[in-house]
């Protein structure tokens, strides 16, 4: 039994590897991933920078500790060795803020890496530093969170913004039945990510069809675990008649549906969002969040390797209709987006009892 559970997630891993997230309900596809390129002689030597050594490849994320960063580190790092592009610097602040961002951008700056990733902590506040960054020749792009048009080359986008803010009310209206007070509980105030998607719930919310649905609040638990427990705490209590709670954040699902879950309000308020299976499993099999969404954070993460090599190789500049290989997920266009140019992943994909055993393991 251990064995074949053991078989199974190694399998799933495979899975994983192979599927950029498909459409919002159904399995992902089930193609193998070809096997990374390492036999012995086969093995690809570091591509070299101007100055002869190893290309080296920096990826910095919001914040430290949140699992979802994690995975898409993880993938990032899969992508330059699997390329055998260079060399990988994986960071991540211990508070989610663009401050302490900023230090590490500088700090990279100073070690002449080639290439900068971040999902940024602010839209703007990084501007000067990472315009810094490109005019001493490193290749700079954004992914998950983006940064302004002028502080990067291009964005690694998970799926398209509209559809990630819309689908999360229609879930969280059909699970209320289209009635009573619904809250938001967000990550940081500045986050990029999260308030794009904000502005589209609010826009869906627009529609006549939510009349009877308010929103009260926007919470920011800061992608912290305690802060994001506490601010579900407070909407509880300010908002005794709460009906729902959506959470476009992976640390404040998990946080919400451990509150709902000791407070035994399965079936009184439900939750919905954004989440990592791993975390969410618990809570979608016990009815506290009925289903949600997210994509592939390790695609997230691989797909943004490939980009920073290919900005590095000169592949790609950022420019729209720049093409390049994206290792197992194929040849990626570089596209228009409402801000600068973006490389999109897919689709959001919703996760629900029937699924969720499948992918808990998965990330
Ligand atoms: C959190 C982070 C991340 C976001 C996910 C959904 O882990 O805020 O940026 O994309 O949630």
């Known amino acids: 039994m251990k064995k074949f559970k053991k078989i199974l997630a190694l399998s799933m891993g495979a899975v994983l590897l192979a599927s950029s997230l498909a459409g919002c309900a159904g399995k992902p596809a089930d193609t193998a991933a070809p096997a990374p390129n390492k036999e012995a002689g086969n093995e690809a030597k570091p591509a070299e920078n101007a100055a002869g050594g190893a ?51 500088e700090e990279l700056i100073a070690q002449k890496v080639d290439v900068i990733a971040i999902s940024g902590n602010d839209p703007d506040a990084l501007e000067p530093v990472l315009k810094k960054a490109m005019n001493a020749g490193i290749k700079v792009l954004s992914a998950d969170s983006g940064v302004n048009p002028a502080s990067r080359m291009v964005h690694v986008n998970q799926a398209d913004p509209e559809r990630i803010g819309r689908v999360q009310v229609q879930a969280v209206s059909e699970m209320i039945g289209g009635k009573g007070q619904i809250a938001v509980l967000s990550a940081t105030s500045q986050a990029t990510n999260q308030n794009i998607w904000i502005e589209w719930m609010k826009k869906e919310l627009e529609d006549p069809k939510y009349a009877d649905i308010e929103l009260v609040k926007v919470a920011y638990g800061d992608d912290l675990r305690d802060k994001s427990t506490s601010e579900t705490e407070a909407l509880l209590k300010a908002y005794p008649d709460l009906k729902g709670i959506i959470a476009p954040t992976t640390v404040g699902m998990a946080a919400a549906g451990k509150v709902l879950t000791d407070k035994g309000l399965s079936g009184k308020v439900a939750l919905t969002g954004l989440g990592l299976p791993s975390e969410m499993a618990e809570y979608i099999t016990n009815g506290v969040c009925p289903w949600m969404y997210l994509w592939n954070p390790i695609d997230v993460g691989y797909l943004t390797g490939y980009a920073a090599i290919a900005l590095a190789d000169g592949t790609i500049t950022g420019a729209a209709g720049d093409k390049f290989t994206a290792g197992r997920l194929g040849e990626k266009e570089v596209i228009t ?4 140019t973006e490389i999109m992943l897919g689709d959001p994909f919703k996760f629900e009892p029937a699924n969720i055993e499948e992918w808990k393991s998965v990330y």
């Open 55 to 105: 290309k080296r490849y920096a990826f910095i994320f919001k914040s430290a500790g949140n699992p979802y960063g994690e995975k898409q580190m993880e993938g990032f790092k899969l992508a330059i060795e699997e390329a055998g592009a260079g060399e990988v610097i994986l960071k991540a602040p211990a508070e989610p803020t663009a401050e302490a961002q900023i230090q590490m951008i």
């Open 337 to 340: 987006a409402g801000d600068g």
